[in-house]
């Protein structure tokens, strides 16, 4: 009988901290990606209005992550970034992430999330190229895209 009763307790515990986990999917409607080519005017977003496409952005403010990218799959994959920093403030949250390899720049992301309004600035820089893009984010009710 104790031992049901504990085995139950374990149970419970571990199904309302995987339900209840910190970690917040996001999923953002963003609009068409300006090229960094473009001239400064431009990349203050300005005349961006078309929406093209859904991107999703992983937020844990209890670890300090802000990114495309979940933690977990990050661990999974064996990844890492060479620096990663996160700010947050009364309505902004700030999250630089980027990997550089033989003193080249792999990938950067840069974003920026209005905690409020839910509107979110997103730069990913390569060696070749940078890309920004804005829109806005919801949070996915279930956390799980599939």
Do not use: P
């Not at 307790?9 to 990606?33: P, Q, R, T």
């Not at 802000?66 to 890492?80: E, H, R």
């Not at 080249?104 to 070749?128: A, C, P, W």
Request: charged share 25%.
């Amino acid at each position: 009988m104790i031992l049901r009763y504990s085995l139950t307790i374990l149970f419970l515990n571990l199904f309302f901290s995987f339900s209840y986990a910190s970690e917040k999917v996001l999923s953002c409607k963003m609009n068409y990606g300006i090229s960094g080519e473009n001239d400064e005017t431009d990349i203050e977003f300005r005349n961006l209005s078309l929406i093209d496409q859904t991107q999703t952005f992983f937020l844990d403010i209890k670890n300090k992550w802000l990114s495309v990218k979940s933690q977990k799959d990050l661990q999974k994959d064996g990844g890492s970034f060479s620096k990663t920093e996160f700010k947050i403030s009364d309505s902004l949250i700030f999250s630089i992430s980027y990997l550089e390899a033989n003193g080249l720049l792999v990938k950067k992301n840069i974003i920026e999330l209005d905690r409020y309004s839910g509107f979110i600035k997103h730069e990913f820089r390569t060696n070749n190229e940078t890309i920004y893009r804005t829109g806005y984010c919801k949070v996915l009710k279930n956390n799980r895209l599939f």
